[in-house]
Nanobody, 124 residues
Framework: QVQLVESGGGSVQTGGSLRLSCAAYGYTYSTNYMGWFRQTPGKEREGVAFIVAYGSTTYYADSVKGRFTISQDNAKNTVYLQMNSLSPEDTGMYYC?????????????????WGQGTQVTVSS
C-alpha cells in the first residue's frame, strides 16, 4: 500500500505563488506516475500536472502550462508543484495522486492512490 501526504496549500492573492508537496510512504516502487488533480464543488476532478517517477518527463494541463512546474526529489519520495502567477480560476482542492500506468493520462480513474487534499484559494 502507498500513502500520500500533502502540504503547502493556503490562501494567496492574484499573481501570488504557492508550492505544494506530496510525500509518498510505503511500496512506492508500485507506481510510475505521480501528479496533481484539482476539484471544486459541482465540477469533475481535473488533471493538473504529472511526472514519470524516477524520470524527467512531465505533462501539464493547458490551463497551467507556463505557470506551474512539477518536480520530484527521489531521495525523499516527494513530488512538488510550484504554482506561479495564480488566478482565482486556480482555486480548488488539490489532490496528490499516484499509480502504475501503461501510458500517460490525466484521467482520475487511472490513479490508484490519493492524498487527502489541500485547499488552495486565490483571491481576486
Amino acid at each position: 500500500q502507498v500513502q500520500l501526504v500533502e502540504s503547502g496549500g493556503g490562501s494567496v492573492q492574484t499573481g501570488g505563488s504557492l508550492r505544494l508537496s506530496c510525500a509518498a510512504y510505503g511500496y512506492t516502487y508500485s507506481t510510475n506516475y505521480m501528479g496533481w488533480f484539482r476539484q471544486t464543488p459541482g465540477k469533475e476532478r481535473e488533471g493538473v500536472a504529472f511526472i514519470v517517477a524516477y524520470g524527467s518527463t512531465t505533462y501539464y494541463a493547458d490551463s497551467v502550462k507556463g505557470r506551474f512546474t512539477i518536480s520530484q526529489d527521489n531521495a525523499k519520495n516527494t513530488v512538488y508543484l510550484q504554482m506561479n502567477s495564480l488566478s482565482p480560476e486556480d482555486t480548488g482542492m488539490y489532490y496528490c495522486a499516484a499509480g502504475y500506468l501503461a501510458k500517460p493520462t490525466m484521467e482520475a480513474g487511472s490513479y490508484r492512490y490519493w492524498g487527502q487534499g489541500t485547499q488552495v484559494t486565490v483571491s481576486s
